[in-house]
């Protein structure tokens, strides 16, 4: 997202978050507002501060008698800690993502593998990191054209040329950034085209190439 975005989402969730209090609504719309305030601190990577409003949206959820929101709160939590580099915090909150989506819809589950993916490449298993990621990129076949889907791609793309295979992981950031120009996302483009730069994987017809 946009540093402008960012701060634009920002100002509104802040101004959300202040109606709630004034207004005195419930354990729900507080829930909300904590959680936009979450993905605002993650957009930024302020992990601590995602943390902390994840767990405070969690904790007004549980007293509204809310479950339906779980599985994306610890998907967010799952990335919150593995920014913060806590591995067994994010594997724990990975884990209970696919705990709660088990028999049912996987809308958050393939977050939740994408980031068990990335803890498996951090310590080294890469053969499991590709296993991970490639589940997380067949869950979210439906959704081919999306964000979340170029971001499983670009971690496959890193785990592709970590184990030496250059030409898929090249593919695998084309077809990325394919994704990101098409939602019209300049600087996610900037940033993979920089990882890709720095993996040696830039596309053909590409500067360096």
Same mark, same amino acid.
């Given at each position: ?7 634009? &989402? ?7 978050? =202040?109606?709630?209090?004034? /207004? ?9 507002? @904590? ?31 809310? *479950? ?7 998907? +967010?939590?799952?990335?919150?800690? +593995?920014? @913060? ?26 977050? &939740?593998? !994408?980031?068990?993916? !990335?803890?498996?490449?951090? !310590?080294?298993? *890469? ?9 997380? !990129? ?11 889907? &170029? ?9 592709? *040329? ?7 992981? /090249? ?35 590409? =500067?360096?190439?």
């Amino acid at each position: 997202m946009e540093q402008g975005r960012v701060d634009e &989402a920002a100002e509104i969730i802040h101004a959300v978050q =202040d109606l709630v209090q004034r /207004r005195r609504l419930g354990p729900r719309w507080h829930a909300a507002a @904590l959680r936009g305030r979450a993905l605002v601190a993650l957009a930024r990577g302020e992990w601590a501060a995602a943390v902390e409003h994840l767990e405070k949206a969690k904790a007004q959820d549980e007293r509204a008698g809310i *479950a339906r929101n779980l599985p994306k709160i610890h998907r +967010l939590l799952a990335e919150a800690y +593995l920014g @913060l580099e806590d591995y067994p915090a994010a594997r724990t909150h990975a884990r209970a993502v696919k705990r709660l989506e088990r028999g049912g819809g996987s809308i958050e589950t393939p977050g &939740a593998l !994408r980031v068990l993916g !990335r803890i498996a490449r951090e !310590r080294g298993t *890469a053969k499991r990191a590709a296993a991970l990621l490639e589940e997380s !990129r067949s869950l979210m076949a439906p959704r081919r054209g999306s964000g979340e889907y &170029a971001r499983t791609l670009v971690e496959l793309a890193r785990t592709a *040329a970590g184990m030496g295979r250059r030409e898929e992981a /090249r593919r695998l950031m084309e077809e990325s950034l394919a994704i990101y120009r098409r939602l019209e996302a300049p600087p996610l483009v900037e940033v993979t085209e920089q990882l890709a730069g720095r993996l040696n994987v830039k596309e053909e017809g590409g =500067d360096g190439s």
